[in-house]
């Protein structure tokens, strides 16, 4: 991924940062609790593909 694109990639619900889990190809919105998929190298950011986090995840 990168790190520029990330520089500029927010979370389209609340618009705030995310993180990027290298090993899960994800980008998540801790605030919102939701893990957006990359595939193929594009990250995917709409809501209805993003994965939600369990509340005991770290």
């Not at 889990?21 to 998540?28: F, G, R, S």
Request: proline share 9%; glycine share 4%; net charge negative.
């Amino acid at each position: 991924m990168d790190a520029r694109l990330l520089d500029v990639l927010v979370c389209p619900l609340c618009k705030g940062s995310l993180v990027y889990d290298k090993v899960a190809q994800e980008l998540i919105c801790k605030a919102d609790r939701l893990a957006f998929p990359i595939r193929d190298g594009i990250p995917i950011m709409w809501e209805d593909q993003a994965r939600t986090i369990p509340v005991d995840h770290p």
